[in-house]
């Protein structure tokens, strides 16, 4: 059974940092395109970054604006995602999920989703 499951969510004040991780099991994923999404409430779900198979090239939102950071580990089945400077407005469940097409910020193209972990960002 394919999962993704996301952890490192949480309560932070604005400025502060947060690490998210997400754990792909079920089958290899080390020619996968990881991404990032979030999804405020009462807004659509937004892409954040993706990451290549191979962990080589990466891709950001605009409004990322060099905040946060992407990263594979070796065993390509665990991606991170570190948060600085945060925001209110970062506000919102982030969810992993796996693509086999490239990096890409349309969300339709991705197969495999987690279930999404919370952040919260306080002023």
């Known amino acids: 059974q394919v999962r993704l499951v996301e952890s490192g969510g949480g309560l932070v004040q604005a400025g502060g940092s947060l690490s998210l991780s997400c754990q792909a099991s079920?089958?290899?994923?080390?020619?996968?395109?990881m991404g990032w999404f979030r999804q405020a409430p009462g807004k659509g779900r937004d892409f954040v970054a993706a990451i290549t198979g191979l962990g080589d090239a990466s891709e950001y939102a605009n409004w990322v604006q060099g905040r946060f950071v992407m990263t594979r580990d070796k065993t390509r089945n665990t991606i991170h995602l570190q948060m600085n400077s945060l925001k209110p407005e970062d506000t919102a469940v982030y969810y992993c999920?796996?693509?086999?097409?490239?990096?890409?910020?349309?969300?339709?193209?991705?197969?495999?989703w987690g279930r999404g972990t919370q952040v919260t960002v306080s002023s």
């Open positions: 079920g089958r290899t994923f080390v020619t996968d395109t």
């Open positions: 999920a796996a693509s086999i097409v490239g990096t890409t910020a349309d969300s339709s193209a991705y197969d495999y």
